[in-house]
Nanobody, 120 residues
């Protein structure tokens, strides 16, 4: 089973951009859906975007138009986030599974998460 690891988080100012990366630390992303979720303090986990092997993507409403998910290789998927807002502050999770879905339960593999903090 694939395992994933996130990188690229940090502190940015509102309006700036940030790119998160998800790496397959074991296995590969071939024939695997790779998705990003986020969770802000006191809020439910929220779907951000998902990428399928053939290039299909789905975006959640919260960051639509400001985020792009892309496959770099069979072992890496990036999440480019632009025009960041204060409300984008959250822990971002990379996930993987065989269902091309938008629910957290569609993904059995989760990374530890990485903090993104947007300041004013």
């Amino acid at each position: 089973q694939v395992e994933v690891r996130e990188s690229g988080g940090g502190l940015v100012q509102a309006g700036e951009s940030l790119r998160l990366s998800c790496e397959a630390s074991r296995g590969s992303f071939w024939d695997v859906a790779v998705a990003w979720f986020r969770q802000a303090p006191g809020k439910e986990r929220e779907f951000v975007a998902v990428s399928w092997t053939d290039g299909d993507t789905i975006y959640g409403n919260s960051m639509r138009g400001r985020v792009t998910i892309s496959r770099v290789s069979d072992k890496a998927v990036n999440l480019q986030m632009n025009s960041l807002k204060l409300e984008d502050t959250a822990v971002y999770y990379c996930t993987a599974g065989h269902i091309f879905g938008v629910r957290a339960t569609d993904y059995p593999v989760w990374g530890l998460g990485i903090q993104v903090t947007v300041s004013s």
